[in-house]
């Protein structure tokens, strides 16, 4: 017996429901295309006129070119600045202004993937970072230096001292990175890409505000940070970071630098939201010669929200090593 053909109503009623699936299926594959490029900031290569605007100079190492900010007397001793994740080297501002003022020579750059800066098409990770510091002294002639590391900043100077602690006088760590953070579906080939795009990078601006305790105190930090996003590269950079770098814990490279012997500053905001203050036990652990200055009330960046409280021990500390 051959089965009795389904009812005219019940195979309209299938069309519908195919119908409004492939409509729904297709809604979605549209979706998943157009937000990531409506949501695209990037338009376009960071070349000589884009850089007509940045101030400092530049130099050219083996991966690219590298905005370079230098302050204070010619003769002063070197301090090398080194920025976190995504905010580029301007996070020194003040920091540049009131070492130099006590008679440094302060230093700072954009990282690879941030700011003035090339964006190179690799990995972005601890030993790109550190290659980049080290072929950065090499060009400005600094056989010697203190390094200041702020948040992922800290990760890096805590690789470069731990490879070359020749070239290091003394370490100031200020909110340093320093468990592996869970990155989770950003490690997803495809998933990560499109996450990033969508939603990652459009809310990266806003977010920065989070890393304040007080951000009353702190005006037009979103908006300075978007320019950089504008030029080819930065995404694919932040992801690469995120994949290379964020995932690993920094906590090694204390270590060796805790029995290097180095002389070691460990600056934190007690009300840091970004990387939690409770890991200063972490780095007291790996480092034990670290002298520690809690900063009650201020969060992740101490540098930007409280100058005045965060500067005058560095200084004091440089001063005395």
């Known amino acids: 017996m051959t089965a009795a053909p389904a009812p005219a109503p019940?195979?309209?009623?299938r069309k519908i429901l195919l119908a409004v699936g492939g409509f729904i299926a297709l809604a979605?594959?549209?979706v998943l295309i157009i937000v990531p490029l409506v949501r695209n900031q990037e338009h376009g290569p960071l070349d000589a006129t884009a850089r007509r605007a940045a101030p400092g100079q530049f130099v050219t190492l083996s991966h690219g070119i590298v905005h370079v900010r230098v302050a204070g007397p010619e003769q002063g001793r070197p301090v090398v600045l080194v920025h976190g994740f995504s905010v580029p080297s301007y996070v020194f501002d003040q920091t540049s202004a009131d070492l130099?003022?006590?008679?440094f020579r302060v230093i700072r750059f954009d990282l690879y993937g941030r700011g003035w800066s090339d964006r190179p098409a690799l990995d972005y990770d601890r030993e790109l970072f550190a290659n980049q510091l080290l072929e950065l002294m090499d060009t400005l002639q600094i056989p010697k230096a203190d390094?200041?590391?702020l948040s992922m900043g800290g990760a890096i100077v805590g690789r470069f001292a731990a490879e070359h602690p020749e070239r290091v006088r003394s370490v100031v760590l200020v909110s340093p990175l320093t468990r592996a953070h869970d990155i989770s579906v950003m490690a997803w080939p495809g998933v990560g890409e499109w996450l990033n795009r969508a939603w990652f990078?459009?809310?990266l601006?806003?977010?920065q505000l989070d890393d304040f305790a007080h951000p009353e105190r702190v005006s037009g930090w979103a908006e300075r940070f978007q320019p950089q996003m504008r030029y080819d590269g930065f995404g694919r950079a932040i992801l690469s970071t995120i994949r290379h770098l964020s995932n690993a814990s920094s906590v090694p490279d204390f270590e060796k630098v805790g029995k290097s012997g180095l002389p070691v500053l460990l600056v934190w905001g007690d009300a840091d939201r970004t990387v939690p203050y409770t890991e200063h036990l972490d780095v007291q652990r790996a480092i034990p010669?670290?002298?520690f200055v809690?900063?009650?009330g201020l969060g992740h960046l101490p540098v930007v929200e409280d100058p005045a409280a965060t500067h005058p021990q560095i200084a004091d500390f440089l001063a005395q090593h």
Not at 100 to 103: F, T
């Open 10 to 13: 019940k195979r309209r009623l």
């Open 28 to 30: 979605l594959a549209l």
């Open 205 to 207: 601006a806003a977010s």
């Open 289 to 291: 010669q670290a002298q």
């Open 294 to 296: 809690s900063l009650p």
């Open 100 to 103: 130099a003022a006590k008679g």
């Open 201 to 203: 990078l459009p809310s």
């Open 147 to 149: 390094l200041l590391g």
